[in-house]
């Protein structure tokens, strides 16, 4: 990680404008097939960005790469959790039926898939067929489905009020085939749905704050707010390959997220010297992003405190 923010740090500060994925995703791919880990394409990714946007996107694409290593590298993935009710695994409706062949049809609806309308590998999570074995829930499996798989549909949602060029879809699935090896091991929820949460944390702020360290750079902000940048960006490339089940993960990912929220608030009247440049008008549009999901994470962080006083 410290080689690839010494590059950060010596790198030209002029970066492209995009305007859409299309723009956006060529130079993330080819970014990040040069990057030794997750939190380094995330840190790449987050420094050539012209947005918050596209920041977002590179720590979400990287985040899924850490939770799953052999995903495509020319492919843009979605990870397809959310439904109507939420995305509790008492929430989820898509069902797995077994087709009696060995494949496995998938039948369901999501919603607020990120990246979704231009996403060719998506990883979708359903419920296996309810057992006699007394659990409490149905156990849920995650199965990668390519898009222009029969009975899969991608509907674009209205863009969101900040990051909108960041697209997302609806998902439909009627009766979408697919064979046993496309299940991915284990519990969907345990393996999979839980730390990616943590992950994703972890790798677009890393991103967000990369974005933060090139603007700080070009536009000549004080030295020591891009030093904090930097010490909170190798803080969460630790996270992002520790173990997201430890608790003590936790605890550093919600210091490190505290020390994010504390820059995002240092640099609001740095931005307010350029109020006439787009790039500060989209700031302040997308920095409600930044409030999103916190109690979540916030009853994160109190049960990883449980778990270290209880095991004491």
Not at 195 to 203: K, M, S, V, W
Not at 280 to 289: G, H, K, P, T
Request: proline share 7%; with cysteine.
């Amino acid at each position: 990680m410290i080689a690839a923010l010494d590059a950060c740090l010596r790198a030209p500060t002029d970066v492209p404008a995009r305007a859409d994925v299309a723009a956006w995703w060529p130079r993330w791919r080819d970014g990040a097939a040069r990057a030794a880990t997750p939190a380094a394409q995330a840190l790449l990714g987050g420094f050539d960005a012209d947005r918050v946007g596209w920041a977002f996107a590179s720590g979400y694409q990287a985040a899924l790469r850490a939770l799953l290593p052999d995903l495509p590298a020319a492919a843009v993935a979605a990870f397809c959790v959310t439904e109507e009710g939420g995305n509790r695994p008492r929430d989820i409706r898509t069902r797995l039926t077994p087709a009696g062949d060995g494949s496995w049809t998938i039948s369901g609806a999501k919603r607020w898939t990120t990246l979704g309308p231009d996403s060719s590998v998506l990883l979708v999570v359903g419920a296996l067929p309810a057992g006699d074995d007394g659990a409490e829930r149905a156990q849920l499996k995650v199965a990668r489905v390519a898009s222009g798989t029969p009975g899969l549909q991608l509907l674009a949602m209205p863009d969101t009020r900040f990051v909108p060029e960041v697209p997302h879809a609806r998902v439909q699935l009627d009766a979408v085939c697919v064979t046993a090896d496309a299940l991915l091991p284990g519990d969907g929820y345990a393996r999979y749905v839980k730390p990616f949460r943590t992950l994703e944390d972890a790798h677009v702020t890393l991103a967000v704050l990369a974005y933060l360290l090139r603007e700080a750079r070009q536009r000549g902000w004080p030295t020591a707010f891009a030093e904090r940048l930097c010490a909170v960006i190798v803080a969460l490339a630790e996270v992002g390959a520790a173990p997201a089940d430890a608790p003590a993960t936790h605890v550093v990912l919600a210091g490190a997220l505290a020390q994010a929220h504390a820059l995002y608030a240092e640099a609001g009247p740095l931005w307010a010297q350029h109020a006439d440049d787009p790039a500060a008008q989209r700031w302040q549009r997308d920095a409600a992003l930044f409030g999103v999901a916190g109690s979540a994470r916030t009853q994160r962080a109190a049960r990883a405190w449980e778990r270290l006083q209880g095991d004491a």
